[in-house]
């Protein structure tokens, strides 16, 4: 836990492998916030929080996969593996589900095949993708907030370009 600043705090896991990068979660100081213990993964980095609003407990997820390259050796077979291992472990879990964050697939195109992939895993979950609009620069939709289908997590979802990154929140 880290202190915050205006009312903010944080929980952060960094990046081991390489200078800066790693996952986060920032909560209003008003919040009940719990750590939760995470599983290692080899081709993604994610940390979770149980999050308390009101009587209702949210298990949030915060997700980055880094995109396949030769230098990282990481491969969306292995992704889809270990991801649907995470999903086996978060199916069963008490609360409403929230996934966050940086997929690095192009959700916008459905006729790509590693899209078609990972929206298969996701609805063998019973779990829908709801950002519909770019989430970077280069127009397409990476950053993702996934929901259960039976749950009405989220009222209004929009994208907002704050000109600080080559990502949207």
Known sequence: LRDGLAGFYFFLVPRLYSLGGGVAIVYRDCMTVKPQVSTKFVSFEYMECTLRLDTEWIRMVSVYRPPPSKS??????????????????????QGQLLILGDFNFHIDNLNDSCTKQFLNVLSLFNLVQNVRGPTHNLGHTLDLVITRSTENLLCDLTIHNPNISDHYA
Do not use: K, P
């Open 72 to 93: 990282n050796g990481f491969t969306v077979r292995q992704f889809m593996n270990e991801f649907t291992t995470l999903l086996e472990i978060l199916a069963v879990s």
